[in-house]
């Protein structure tokens, strides 16, 4: 959920991690004689099959620095996966990615990316799927393909607790505040419909966007709500300013709905949706609750 205030995921007070999903493949029976296994390989090239369909890995890409949907942990506690060159990503995301895996018959390795770098690392076939709470949004169509959604989410407003815009109510409120958002996201965008505000610069990340609102050089960030939810439950000095309806940002629902990144065309889309629709709504909800409990408290 990604996503906007990418980094705001870093805190966890709700549920966990998100999104990440899967590569698959086939896997014929291999031959005995060294022409069929060469055969094979040639003919796994000429179809474009990615390293999950050809192989017992599902190559997963996150940034593992989006708290509560992802995050990098120094062990394998509360069955945080295995990272591509080492240490371990626990998450909402990571959760999801592991019962792709799990359905694919795939053994999950995350490979840990930074933001900009997800989709041009899985159109190049260094990872078989983009789960990172990223949203399915019109200009993402246009390069990857999205399973159907696996988390909806609301956006709101990270300030600290003695803030005087801690007590806002509509966007109006925020008028004259010094406001941010993460980088090439949707969230940054949005803060042009609050009425007299102080737009920022973009910063990179949530766990900069969070120092920034500590320190005082910024007065808020725009995030999605379970990345708020996680940053105050790391930092409790922060807080977080939610809208009634029809008071808060406008936006499409696609925009604030997390899904599954796969290349265009990719056979693994309808297995894939598949494994979502017998995740139940309970269950993800309970699996948000453990991310965010579980989530690493950084100061």
């Known amino acids: ?30 031959g005995s004689s060294a022409a069929a296994g060469s055969s094979k390989t040639a003919s796994s090239a000429a179809t474009g099959s990615s390293a999950a369909a050809s192989g017992g890995e599902l190559k997963v890409g996150m940034e593992a620095d989006y708290a509560p ?44 990316t930074e933001w900009d770098g997800l989709s041009p690392a899985l159109t190049s076939g260094k990872i078989d799927m983009i789960i990172a709470g990223m949203s399915p949004t019109a200009e993402r169509k246009q390069t990857i393909d999205f399973s159907d959604t696996y988390y909806t989410s609301d956006l709101v407003v990270v300030v600290k607790k003695d803030s005087k815009f801690a007590s806002a109510k509509e966007l109006k409120d925020f008028s004259g505040a010094k406001i941010t958002g993460q980088l090439n996201t949707f969230h940054y965008g949005v803060i042009d419909q609050i009425e007299g505000v102080a737009k920022q610069n973009a910063l990179e990340d949530f766990a900069t966007m969070i120092t920034a609102v500590k320190s005082g050089k910024i007065d808020g960030y725009v995030s999605e709500r379970p990345g708020a939810l996680a940053a105050v439950a790391a930092n409790p000095e922060l807080s977080f300013v939610e809208f009634a309806e029809g008071k808060g940002f406008k936006y499409d629902e696609n925009e604030v709905s997390i899904a599954v990144g796969l290349k265009k065309g990719s056979e693994l889309t309808t297995k894939v949706n598949e494994i979502l629709k017998g995740i139940s709504k309970e269950d993800r909800a309970k699996m948000m609750e453990d991310a965010i409990k579980n989530q690493p408290v950084t100061e």
């Open 69 to 112: 949907f992802n995050w990098t942990q120094m062990d394998n506690k509360n069955n945080a996966a295995d990272i591509q060159g080492g240490g371990f990503a626990g998450g909402y995301d990571v959760m999801i990615a592991q019962k792709i895996a799990e359905g694919l018959g795939k053994k999950l390795v995350v490979v840990k």
């Open 1 to 30: 959920m990604k996503k906007n205030l990418k980094r705001i995921a870093a805190a966890a007070l709700a549920a966990v991690t998100v999104l990440a999903f899967a590569g698959c493949g086939g896997g014929s029976a291999a």
